[in-house]
């Protein structure tokens, strides 16, 4: 099955495709379709952001559309960034690691102990024939002070993950794509693909 990716970001694409090759389904980013709108994320949870982003690019292409809404919340500061992990700090000048800086920042003053946070991920999958799918994935980690690790993207290297007592940007990318919250939502919206008649594997 041809899916289009509602994302710009080949992060994601890469990190995607190696947990969906085995759905038997062909990725492709909505740019390879000649395809490039903004969708505002006008939903307050990952689950109606990532649901906007899946429809509007089926309409837009006519090919079922998968969109990965995910980020990270931080217990102390009430669940945020949340959704605007993205957008954190509202200023475009910001890039991955501006934002990081700025997570930092805003959590010097949590104690040790209490600085738990959840990376969160919903996979929702919209069919031109009206077929919703959606999954939710999480890690559950604490933030550190400082960052630690190369790999991944985003908040990965503030990211603790006690059961391998790394950051996910100190793992191995086929040790991330074991444990993130993206493999668990991607898994759990496999088992749903199957139940949907959409993957036989």
């Known amino acids: 099955?041809?899916?289009?990716?509602?994302?710009?970001?080949?992060?994601?694409?890469?990190?995607?495709?190696?947990?969906?090759?085995?759905?038997?389904m062909e990725l492709v980013m909505e740019s390879e379709l000649g395809v490039d709108i903004d969708v505002e994320e006008t939903g307050t949870t990952f689950e109606e952001n990532s649901l906007l982003k899946a429809k509007a690019v089926?309409?837009?292409?006519g090919l079922p559309a998968l969109a990965d809404d995910s980020g990270i919340a931080v217990d102390a500061l009430g669940g945020q960034p949340g959704v605007y992990s993205a957008r954190y700090g509202f200023d475009d000048s910001l890039d991955d690691w501006g934002r990081l800086m700025l997570l930092l920042k805003n959590t010097?003053?949590?104690?040790?102990?209490?600085?738990?946070?959840?990376?969160?991920?919903?996979?929702?999958?919209?069919?031109?024939?009206?077929?919703?799918?959606?999954?939710?994935?999480?890690?559950?980690?604490?933030l550190l002070r400082e960052p630690r690790g190369e790999n991944g993207f985003g908040y990965?290297?503030?990211?603790?993950?006690?059961?391998?007592?790394?950051?996910?940007?100190?793992?191995?990318?086929?040790?991330?794509?074991?444990?993130?919250h993206r493999a668990n939502a991607l898994n759990i919206f496999y088992e749903k693909l199957k139940e949907a008649g959409y993957a036989h594997k």
């Open 58 to 61: 089926m309409e837009a292409t």
């Open 108 to 142: 010097e003053n949590v104690p040790e102990g209490q600085r738990q946070a959840q990376f969160v991920c919903v996979i929702t999958l919209v069919t031109p024939e009206g077929q919703t799918i959606q999954a939710r994935g999480e890690i559950h980690g604490e």
């Open 156 to 180: 990965d290297p503030i990211f603790y993950y006690p059961p391998m007592g790394m950051t996910t940007a100190e793992m191995p990318p086929e040790e991330k794509n074991r444990v993130s």
């Open 1 to 24: 099955m041809k899916v289009v990716l509602a994302s710009k970001n080949k992060h994601k694409l890469e990190e995607i495709s190696r947990i969906t090759e085995k759905f038997d």
